[in-house]
């Protein structure tokens, strides 16, 4: 298996709900974008995209995971982490 694209197919994943959810402009959405410092960024909006990750990747995560992280690079390594662990319990 290829982690790297794997990890690359959900920071691409995860922009994509960045996007969606908080209606960041793509080109602002990299990797490396600070999430709290996006126009109109809140609690509800940060929900949603932790929920619309969730039913995506089948995944539940923690709480202290997901409001403890400032990138989308960051979110990915907490998916990434979760999905591993789900594979690996199986």
Do not use: H, N, W
């Amino acid at each position: 298996m290829d982690t790297t694209a794997d990890f690359d197919d959900i920071v691409a994943t995860v922009t994509a709900m960045v996007v969606e959810q908080v209606g960041e402009d793509a080109a602002k959405a990299g990797p490396d974008a600070d999430l709290t410092a996006m126009d109109g960024v809140d609690s509800v909006k940060v929900l949603r995209v932790v929920a619309a990750i969730e039913r995506t990747y089948d995944i539940e995560l923690e709480d202290e995971d997901v409001f403890g992280v400032k990138t989308i690079r960051d979110v990915a390594k907490c998916v990434s982490a979760a999905v591993r662990d789900k594979v690996g319990a199986r």
